[in-house]
């Protein structure tokens, strides 16, 4: 049962341009949802998180939108740089946190 | 400033052995958490733990076992090892009430 889903496993942009990394989720009870970034041969690290009742969280570069009536949300970066490169993923917390499968971000100089 | 610490970082299992998870955080979290991620895959939540005492099932309990007998720690109990358990195994810790949960570095598990 994936209550989390990221559909896109890669996405590459250049330098300077805007990231969007997307999110689908089928729990209506979950009333925050988060995204983390990951390095190889680490633990993944937190980013930014949206509660269930906003549909805008903006931290700097990082933008999250969150659409209820879709079950969609998005993780905009701008502009994106290359040390963005890592895998990211979105989670969904309502009690406890159910990941997605990732979606692996290139940022080409 | 430790965080959330993880042992062991690697080992080797043979099929049918057993063995304990280390996972302990320092920052007085109520919520633990044991994921584990399969190559290319996302994370899939083992088990949790609300506080000291309480533990729940999450997506793949099958082949697990957890305690939770202080806010700090909380192991992940591997009996009768099996090839599919193979994978890397990470713990989370957050603060009832606010949802981001600090990882630890993970444990790699490799069952032979």
């Known amino acids: 049962d994936q209550q989390v889903k990221q559909n896109s496993p890669s996405l590459s942009v250049q330098e300077g341009r805007i990231s969007i990394l997307n999110c689908d989720y089928t729990?209506?009870?979950?009333?925050?949802f988060l995204w983390y970034k990951k390095y190889p041969a680490e633990g993944p690290t937190f980013l930014i998180s949206?509660?269930?009742?906003?549909d805008k969280n903006e931290d700097g570069r990082f933008t999250v939108f969150l659409n209820k009536s879709a079950k969609h949300l998005s993780l905009h970066i701008v502009p994106s740089q290359p040390g963005d490169s890592a895998v990211y993923f979105c989670?969904?917390?309502?009690?406890?946190?159910?990941f997605g499968a990732g979606t692996r971000l290139t940022v080409k100089p | 400033n430790a965080g959330v610490t993880q042992t062991p970082k690697f080992r080797i299992l043979k099929i049918g052995q057993s063995m304990t998870l280390q996972c302990t955080q320092d920052?007085?979290?109520?919520?633990m958490y044991w994921y584990r991620q399969d190559p290319g895959m996302g994370l899939k939540l083992i088990y949790y733990?609300?506080?000291?005492?309480?533990?729940d099932k999450g997506e793949v309990p099958n082949g697990y076992n957890v305690s939770r007998s202080t806010t700090e720690d909380f192991p992940l109990r591997l009996e009768l090892a099996a090839p599919s358990q193979t994978s890397v195994y990470f713990c989370?810790?957050?603060?009832?009430?606010?949802?981001?949960?600090?990882f630890g570095q993970g444990t790699r598990l490799t069952v032979v």
């Open positions: 989370a810790s957050s603060y009832g009430g606010r949802p981001e949960a600090f």
């Open positions: 729990n209506s009870m979950f009333d925050y």
């Open positions: 949206i509660s269930s009742i906003k």
């Open positions: 989670a969904a917390s309502g009690g406890d946190m159910r």
């Open positions: 920052m007085n979290h109520n919520y």
């Open positions: 733990s609300v506080g000291a005492g309480i533990t």
